[in-house]
């Protein structure tokens, strides 16, 4: 059998780019309904239910595992039941003896490690949201942005403006470039 594999990610939140890509390749695809790290009961049935001489095929590393450890632990049990892995945008497959450039592997480990944060963020991000969290820069108050802008006009020190208005020197900049900009 050849199962694919699916979930959320940052870049594919209704997972269709990686439907796209497998469907007509899979006898059966698992789709898992959140892109969390916790609770993949599709991942799961997948694991259990693959026999010896079955494929797994997946868009990329970051479909299939949240972290590099997961990804290697993923490969031990795939592995020990003879069950074979094809990340697709890399171009590897578990069972097969690379013939790549250390250069093109770390390329693939880099961008896994990247779409690793991406993921994660994204995670963060969809919680602190749900709970009600504002997301970015706290904001400042209009009126002490305004007095640390006249204090650096009147050419006051930046450790001066800091202690009086709490606004430091990066914010302080910011707020000065994109008054330049307006």
Request: aromatic share 6%.
């Amino acid at each position: 059998m050849i199962y694919g594999y699916v979930r959320p990610l940052y870049n594919d939140i209704y997972s269709e780019n990686q439907l796209n890509k497998l469907q007509g390749k899979c006898d059966r695809i698992f789709h898992e309904t959140h892109g969390t790290p916790k609770k993949r009961s599709e991942l799961e049935s997948l694991l259990m239910e693959m026999q010896s001489g079955d494929s797994i095929l997946v868009e990329s590393m970051i479909a299939l595992a949240d972290t590099s450890r997961h990804l290697v632990e993923i490969l031990k049990v795939c592995e020990k039941d003879h069950v074979n892995i094809h990340f697709l945008n890399e171009g590897l497959k578990s069972d097969e003896l690379l013939e790549k450039t250390l250069q093109d592997v770390m390329s693939h480990i880099v961008k896994f490690q990247s779409d690793i944060i991406k993921q994660s963020t994204t995670n963060g991000i969809h919680q602190a949201k749900k709970q009600g969290k504002s997301i970015g820069r706290p904001k400042k108050s209009d009126e002490n942005i305004k007095k640390a802008i006249s204090m650096y006009h009147a050419g006051i020190k930046l450790i001066d403006i800091k202690n009086e208005t709490g606004i430091s020197k990066s914010t302080l900049y910011r707020y000065l470039e994109s008054k330049d900009i307006e």
